[in-house]
């Protein structure tokens, strides 16, 4: 089946996001004992997940729960019990200089690309995230200049699965629901959403963990699971 337009999720669909988020978090760990915080591995876990937990109970369904700045400052809060903004800034920082450092597209996403492009197919990232992270994340991968549409969360003022951030980038090209995939890992976020819409839905999962058909609802199956992103060559154009 061909499309007029193929939307693409950004984290742990176009790369690996497991490798980047430990680098990340190891990375954050060494600013903290920099800045003079004692602290080893296991306790800067439970930190780090109870921040983040408050976090996104707090910001939930917004661009502002994926966001690692937040997190930290909450962390140094809940640990000593300080408002260090040129720390929480520092670790924020350190978190996503080490996350890019791990960064490598998937195999098979560069020649995909070059099938869409051939067939002059649209191609957007439909995202849940922050603006700036997300545009140096497709820089850092050096697939800025293929994408025609980047649509995020923080942009529209709704996180995936909301229907916005979809019909924001089918708006965009012109095109009907029934004339766009959607290529996602997360199989609320990407494939219930984009079914809600009307589109055609690939489940691909960077770090393979997406559950098997059997154990999903209908409503978030997708209508394809490539075994390996260059499979999807198959389906678009």
Not at 164 to 184: H, I, K, N, Q
Request: charged residues 30%.
């Amino acid at each position: 089946m061909s499309y007029e337009a193929v939307c693409f999720d950004l984290d742990n669909t176009l790369y690996p996001y497991p490798p980047c988020n430990e680098a990340g978090k190891r990375a954050a760990l060494a600013a903290f004992r920099e800045r003079g915080y004692e602290m080893d591995r296991e306790a800067f876990d439970e930190l780090y997940a109870t921040a983040r937990l408050e976090a996104k109970r707090e910001t939930a369904g917004t661009a502002a729960s994926h966001d690692r700045h937040i997190y930290f400052k909450r962390a140094l809060r809940r640990h000593a019990g300080e408002r260090d903004a040129a720390t929480a800034l520092a670790l924020g920082d350190a978190y996503w200089e080490g996350y890019a450092s791990e960064m490598r597209l998937c195999d098979g996403v560069e020649s995909v690309f070059d099938a869409l492009a051939a067939a002059a197919v649209d191609v957007a990232v439909v995202t849940n995230l922050t603006t700036r992270v997300q545009l140096q994340k497709l820089a850092r991968l050096e697939i800025d200049d293929r994408i025609d549409r980047l649509v995020t969360s923080e942009e529209v003022g709704r996180e995936k699965p909301s229907a916005l951030p979809f019909t924001t980038a089918l708006a965009a090209f012109d095109c009907r629901p029934s004339e766009a995939l959607m290529v996602g890992d997360n199989v609320d976020a990407d494939v219930a959403g984009a079914n809600a819409v009307g589109m055609d839905t690939a489940l691909f999962d960077a770090g393979g963990d997406a559950p098997a058909d059997d154990e999903l609802p209908e409503r978030r199956r997708p209508d394809y699971r490539p075994d390996a992103f260059a499979d999807l060559t198959e389906v678009a154009p």
